[in-house]
């Protein structure tokens, strides 16, 4: 691939991920503000006390929606997070691992990474759905869930120091080359 199409898909896919998540920052703000719970609060919970509360707060209907909405529009946030950090990681590669090496492997395993949290966010907003439509949660499912939190937010923070990297690579590539004398 070319260098200048992966710059092109890096932001062309990291403008689309900030443009999701933004969407659901609205949407988690207005629930958050008829409620006093969002669906990011879930991610703090760790049993099934803790998760019944939120629950009671959304037992309207519209809210419940709102709930399921944010948590399944979330699943069209994940690919493109995670597509743009893996094409952090491969920038960075370009830009700071030019040649073979232990480095540059590392770089490339570390972009697979936020390709791991994506999944472990499915997993994440896959038991709170369960939880919510059963409109009762247990302690196993509810420490699940904090479980691929966890692993999830762990995974973001390598992609978050990989898109850095990315920026830093992209500049680094775009300025002239230095000739050699």
Sequence with gaps: MRLRTLIRLWLWTTLMAIAALAVLIVIDGRLKAATG???ADLQKL???AQYDAVFGAWTLRQHAAAAGFAL?????F?????TAF??????AREAFAPKRGSFRRLIDYL???????AVADATENALEYSMLAAAKADDGTAYSAFIATNVKWSCIAVGMVLLVAAIAGVIKLQLPKK???
């Design 37 to 39: 719970f969002g669906t």
């Design 46 to 48: 760790s049993n099934a």
């Design 72 to 76: 399944g529009f979330d699943y069209l």
């Design 78 to 82: 994940m690919p493109l997070y995670a």
């Design 86 to 91: 893996y094409f952090s990681g491969i920038l």
């Design 111 to 117: 972009g697979f990474v936020p390709l791991i949290g």
């Design 179 to 181: 000739e050699v004398a």
